[in-house]
């Protein structure tokens, strides 16, 4: 007779795997079904010809409470980025970067404000704009939203910091230039990228998705990798899981922690909408551009949105001897090598050109879309026994997926 389990988590992603940790510790006979042949989800990290490539490229905040819940940040050996952008604009090569953080950058921080990029008037809007947040984080989240572009109008907010820096950098963070997006969640999370230094883990992001799933197990939780699943049909006494190749799984209750563009194909609930980014990874000589700032080009001449020699902050990326470097785009944008080895030439220098393409990750469903207004938390559980997590019940980033977690472990727990 097949097994009846407590819950089956389908999907060993963020969501799923901190939520197949609360349960199994709750003592709930926990199994995860994966169709993937690692845990992760969009976390994954692939080795390639001795780099390190991400699925994309990302980095984790050591500010997301729900992070430090999930793991000790010890055990990711997080290695954080300069809290600061290199801006390219035409021969100008420009830096801003956070004083207390980067002293020893301040005389070049102000040289590139003075250049043009921060005038009186954009210092006053960006405090207008950013201010509250750091001072009075609940105003903000509990206030009118509208677009970040609206909002940066209402602040009046438009010289050169926003055209130059402020768009470009947060295109990469939302995929999207700020006209679609919730202007009270972009300015929460500037908010703690200006209180945090985020980085990645040496050894890749999918780090974090490896020790979730080592507390999961550790907690007695079953992750079954290899298991894509195609059907579940919910039943008045369990719920099962049927998995292509395999045997069914039979379960009382069920978390569906799948991304936002899988979840319409397994349950009753409506497919979110979902942003594309793209990332060029290139493998550079030792004579890699030094600096490990993230660079923008104010003048947006080209599909890139962000470029970082990643091997700068984490040399675990990259072989002996060789550097990586990452590009990203706008999926939506179509960027063809031509163009982005062109705008690479621009943005670091004419040996960009002799790079080699190590990989180019095209990820259509990279996150989900929130416009305003900011929605609340969107139910977690649909159904008596059907329960739904991931980053598109809450924000469109990784502590998102980690409280979407959270949350429906409480929902099966009864507690929430």
Not at 194 to 212: E, S
Request: with cysteine.
């Amino acid at each position: 007779m097949t097994a009846v389990h407590d819950v089956a988590i389908v999907g060993a992603g963020l969501a799923g795997l901190r939520a197949a940790t609360l349960l199994a510790r709750a003592g709930r006979d926990v199994v995860v079904v994966e169709a993937q042949d690692e845990v992760g989800g969009r976390q994954r990290t692939d080795v390639v010809d001795g780099f390190r490539l991400d699925r994309g490229f990302q980095v984790l905040n050591p500010r997301y409470d729900a992070l430090a819940r999930a793991v000790d940040l010890a055990d990711l050996d997080l290695r954080p980025f300069p809290v600061g952008v290199r801006v390219v604009r035409g021969a100008r090569s420009d830096v801003l970067a956070h004083p207390v953080r980067h002293p020893g950058m301040l005389p070049a921080t102000l040289a590139g404000a003075l250049s043009g990029l921060v005038s009186p008037a954009d210092a006053a809007g960006a405090a207008r704009w950013l201010l509250p947040a750091l001072v009075r984080p609940a105003s903000v989240a509990n206030g009118p939203d509208a677009t970040l572009h609206e909002a940066w109008d209402r602040a009046r907010l438009r010289g050169p910091l926003r055209r130059s820096v402020l768009e470009p950098f947060l295109t990469g963070v939302l995929a999207d230039d700020g006209a679609g997006t919730s202007a009270v969640y972009a300015t929460l999370l500037a908010r703690l990228f200006a209180l945090g230094r985020p980085g990645v883990p040496a050894d890749g992001i999918a780090a974090l998705p490896q020790r979730l799933a080592a507390l999961a197990r550790s907690a007695g939780a079953d992750i079954r990798l290899s298991q894509p699943v195609r059907g579940i049909d919910v039943r008045a006494d369990r719920v099962e899981i049927g998995v292509a190749g395999g045997d069914a799984v039979s379960a009382r209750e069920v978390v569906v922690a799948v991304g936002g563009e899988a979840v319409a194909g397994l349950i009753d609930a409506p497919a979110p909408a979902m942003r594309g980014l793209q990332t060029w990874w290139f493998g550079a000589d030792a004579g890699a551009p030094a600096s490990a700032l993230l660079a923008v080009d104010g003048e947006r001449s080209g599909p890139i949105v962000n470029s970082v020699v990643i091997s700068r902050t984490a040399p675990g990326y990259a072989p002996s001897g060789r550097h990586l470097v990452a590009a990203s785009c706008l999926l939506r944008d179509g960027a063809d090598e031509a163009a982005v080895r062109a705008q690479l030439a621009r943005m670091w220098g004419g040996e960009a050109a002799a790079w080699e393409l190590a990989r180019r990750d095209d990820i259509p469903h990279a996150l989900p879309a929130l416009g305003p207004p900011m929605r609340h938390p969107s139910p977690v559980r649909l159904s008596e026994r059907v329960v739904v997590a991931g980053d598109h019940r809450e924000t469109p980033s990784i502590a998102g997926a980690l409280v979407s977690g959270e949350r429906a472990a409480a929902a099966v727990l009864g507690q929430g």
